[in-house]
T-cell receptor, first 113, second 116 residues
């Protein structure tokens, strides 16, 4: 069965410093992986997706993620945090047969001035 | 607005009452999903439809829960005899399943249910 583990429930960074949100996945085959962001009182928004093409995936708002099969990881990064990046971030894997998205528990990102 | 629309946005109900939520997906999307999210947790899968057919239901979906998508367009999620543990955000998403691949899912803003 597919699953994802987000290694940090909370991450706090200063504005202008790099962001790293960690995600490990478990899958019996080559997975499709996503990062979604959820701002307070707003719907889930897709940041980026990996679907077996390039291993370095660029998303919106300057975020990137790198698929590393040997480490079963799909960490989300951004070179320089902005105050507006403060939100909840979810690492997501698509189940077998493309049937459903399986979410991690989420990482809450706080950005301090 | 051509996104996923959910109504109502908020619902407060007394324990034991029935509630119904509606989801209008993106018009050309053939897949529709329901998720439940409680505070501090990631969304949990409840059920999904392909067109009008309900193809999978989670163990989370007790017999008090029922979902329909009668014409393959909008969907409703009904909870009968609500309990306090049903308090959560109910999320709807839609996607387009093409041959061999599924496009990304687009989510609505959710219906927040509070059972008092």
């Amino acid at each position: 069965a597919q699953s994802v583990t987000q290694l940090d429930s909370h991450v706090s960074v200063s504005e202008g410093t790099p962001v790293l949100l960690r995600c490990n996945y478990s899958s019996s085959y080559s997975p499709s992986l996503f990062w979604y962001v959820q701002h307070p009182n707003k719907g889930l928004q897709l940041l980026l997706k990996y679907t077996s093409a390039a291993t370095l995936v660029k998303g919106i708002n300057g975020f990137e993620a790198e698929f590393k099969k040997s480490e079963t990881s799909f960490h989300l990064t951004k070179p320089s945090a902005h105050m507006s990046d403060a939100a909840e971030y979810f690492c997501v894997v698509l189940s077998g047969g493309y049937n459903k998205l399986i979410f991690g528990a989420g990482t809450r990102l706080a950005v301090h001035p | 607005d051509t996104g996923v629309s959910q109504n109502p946005r908020h619902k407060i109900t007394k324990r034991g009452q029935n509630v119904t939520f509606r989801c209008d997906p993106i018009s050309e999307h053939n897949r529709l999903y329901w998720y439940r999210q409680t505070l501090g947790q990631g969304p949990e899968f409840l059920t999904y439809f392909q067109n009008e057919a309900q193809l999978e239901k989670s163990r989370l979906l007790s017999d008090r829960f029922s979902a329909e998508r009668p014409k393959g367009s909008f969907s409703t999620l009904e909870i009968q005899r609500t309990e306090q543990g049903d308090s959560a955000m109910y999320l709807c998403a839609s996607s387009l399943l093409l041959t061999g691949r599924n496009t990304e899912a687009f989510f609505g803003q959710g219906t927040r249910l509070t059972v008092v």
